[in-house]
């Protein structure tokens, strides 16, 4: 018997890794129960198409080239946003997440700007078309060939079909087909303008949603016109495979080529089967005007949200600031399919249950995917533009939240998101945190969406406030530290003599330096503030909830208790916060050549430690981590421990630069150090704008409240906030793009671009909204 307990209590442990929450799901509505949010540009990744919130999509897409440059390698075919794609620039301009979108993608010179409209009809998600229209910049590139392709594709899962219907010359002049979603449709392509100089198509199997590029290239032949020696590239035409009985196949991929010379036009358009009384075609004219319909209604809510008009910002800042919230609300995608998780009672990974996430995305060309952290920021300017997509955000999230309150930090949810995360990233571990930023989101939407949430979205929160105790609660037992009220990040690796310093990836801040020696004395200030923070905030929606629960109240007070802070994170050598640990300074990375005769290994960067570790402050990382109990407003305004952080902020040696705070003191003996002879250093000196924006939403706070540093933050709060925007944009317009950060000597851009994610916060700091 004891055996037989045992045995289903080890297979009890192991389940609990994938095991959910609750059967009842906060997410109640989804699909063609949200007509209007039904279809959209969900496929985060790719430069421009629409796929519907079902778990399984009929998706579309624009694919393009220009003939005479699509190189033997074939790298010149755009289709997912690629860095090395190297276009000038592309970014949504205007984007409302629900009925239209205004894209501009220019590529060495050539604009393609992609728009579509939604007109709501039927029973299936109603009509949409898309508009691809191709200019070039002083029409430089006119005259020029350009190939569009615009495809039609399903997942083999797909209940339903999907064929090319063919006119009399084989040439394609339209898709149908019929979905359990979707009921049945027709997609038609119309020439705007311009002259068609080739059009060919081609109807196939394609394995996965992660290999259309490759079906294409494929299936690109080389052809003559009648009478003509000019070589044209062209689609295959029908390759549908035989099956084994010698009957055809069904395609589950069409796509349609049209060459034509810069400039030109052509419309897309799709017509759901359902809706019947449609007085007139989203085409041509009407088209026209319903897109300028939209945009007007845009332009004037923007206004009102924002007010950058009436603040005196102009013309070209503010078409800036539309465009960074655009492509942020225009990146949100719908992912759907099962991560890889592990627990301590696993042998190894196993797949979390199959959920769908609709999400913002921290960039659509190198992390096409949730970052639970990131999501957070995203929060504040999604809900200050449209709250019920916010509310919807954080309800998938937190739909992902498993039997022990955890919630994986990163969301690689089908073919496609996979298809871009290395295999070392995939898995992610159930004791593992990451900042439950989504406090900052909930905090912002009680501060400025108090009416509306009181009106329409009580239920919301009343749903989400069982979860969000279960989420807490999980940080607040499996994140504390060996001594009472400290928290310590777990996953560093201190077993590691790889790196100079062990990342905190769970910290959200990677390679930030902490104690050089990981052990269970470690306390960690930012993580001690972040569940301050989150105390405070959940026990403010019990209150709201008339649910009120002094437990959060007093661990609030109990956290945020200046001297109990100061006695464990306050550093009497620097007069700073610090983290606390086994640490030295004295560490570096020494190439290490392996002897002569020795085949085994090659020669390998590792750590060398020069002098024991002892217990102490870690005051050699001054930076971002800190700034904590400032950035989320834990020191009390009287505090002279306050006085000290305004004084150092800014101090150029430190933090302070004309570009933004950087995040790692320039007096840091860890400042610009790589990690490992790969790892360049990423938080350890670079300027990010999520720590950058709570750092003058603090200065702010601080100003408006009584104190002896009240003048001394207004002061830091108008130069920081300037700086940030100045550079942002300044950026911007030098290299078409938003970055992931900026560098702290020259404010030039660095990491990953566009990065709409939490970088598109300089329009809150524009706007003045915290
Ligand atoms: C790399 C390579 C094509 C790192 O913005 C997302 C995260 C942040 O949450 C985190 O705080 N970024 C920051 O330190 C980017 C993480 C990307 C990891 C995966 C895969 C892709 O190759």
Known sequence: IAIATWFSYRGYLETRVNTPYDVNKLVTAS???????????????????????????????????????????????????EQNDRLDRYAWMEHDGRNFGVQEIVDNSAILTT????????????????????????????????????????????????KANLGDEKQLTGVEGNTQSLGSFIINLNMIHGTVEEHSFLAAVAPGLNVLKETVLHNLRIAFHKGSTKEYIVLAGDQIPLSIDGKKRDANFIATQITGKIPFEIEISYESGSFINRV?????????????????????????????????????????????????????????????????????????WKAPLYTAVPSRSFFPRGFLWDEGFHGLLISAWDLE?????????????????????????????????????????????????????????????????????FQFFDNLYPRLQTWFNWFNTTQTGDIPSTYRWRGRDGTTNKELNPKTLTSGLDDYPRASHPNIDERHVDLRCWIAFAAHI??????????????????YQYLSD?????????????????????????????????????????????????????????????????????????????????????QDLTNPDLLWTKHGLRSLAKISPFYMKYNTEHDAPYWRGAIWMNLNYLTVRATHYYSNIDGPYKEEAKKIYQNLRKNLIQNVFKQYKKTGYVWENYGDVHGEPKGSHPFTGWTSLVLLLMAEIY
């Open 562 to 646: 200046n001297s109990l802070l100061n006695k464990l994170h306050w550093s009497p050598n620097t007069q700073t916060y610090a983290d606390f640990g086994l640490h030295t300074d004295k560490v570096l990375l020494r190439k290490v050549t392996p002897p002569p005769k020795s085949h085994a290994q090659p020669s390998e960067t590792v750590r060398i430690v020069m002098e024991d570790p002892t217990l102490k402050y870690v005051d050699s990382s001054f930076g971002y981590v800190s700034l904590f109990p400032f950035i989320l407003q834990i020191i009390n305004p009287d505090s002279p421990q306050l006085g000290k952080v305004l």
């Open 280 to 352: 007139d075609k989203l085409t041509g004219q009407n088209y026209d005007r319903a897109l300028k319909t939209h945009r007007k209604l845009f332009d004037e809510k923007f206004e009102k949200v924002f007010k950058l008009k009436s603040k005196g910002y102009v013309e070209e800042e503010i078409e800036f600031a539309k465009m960074v919230l655009s492509n942020m609300i225009g990146s949100i995608g719908y992912f759907y399919g099962s991560s890889q998780v592990q627990s301590q009672y696993t042998k190894g990974p196993v797949p979390y």
């Open 389 to 457: 997509i916010e509310l919807d955000i954080i309800n998938h999230w937190f739909d992902l939240m498993n039997v022990e309150g955890w919630i994986p930090r990163e969301m690689i949810l089908g073919q496609e998101a996979l298809a871009k995360v290395p295999e070392e990233f995939v898995t992610q571990v159930n004791t593992n945190a990451n900042p439950p930023t989504f406090f900052l989101t909930l905090h912002f939407i009680l501060k400025h969406k108090q009416e509306e949430v009181l009106e329409k979205h």
């Open 115 to 162: 728009t579509f409209v939604k007109r709501p009809g039927g029973k299936h998600g109603g009509d949409w078309t898309a508009r691809i229209s191709v200019t070039s910049e002083d029409k430089i590139r006119d005259g020029e060939e350009i190939s569009l392709l615009f495809y039609t594709a399903i997942e083999e899962n797909v209940k339903g079909w999907i």
């Open 31 to 81: 699909g063609l129960d949200v007509p209007d949010r039904y279809w959209g540009t969900y496929r985060s990744g790719i430069y421009f198409g629409l796929k519907t919130r079902d778990p399984h999509s009929l998706v579309t897409g624009l694919m393009w080239y220009f003939p005479h440059l699509l190189r033997q390698d074939r790298s010149g075919l755009r289709h997912w946003c």
């Open 538 to 555: 959940i026990h403010q929606i019990g209150e709201m909830l008339n649910q009120p629960n002094n437990k959060y109240y007093e661990t």
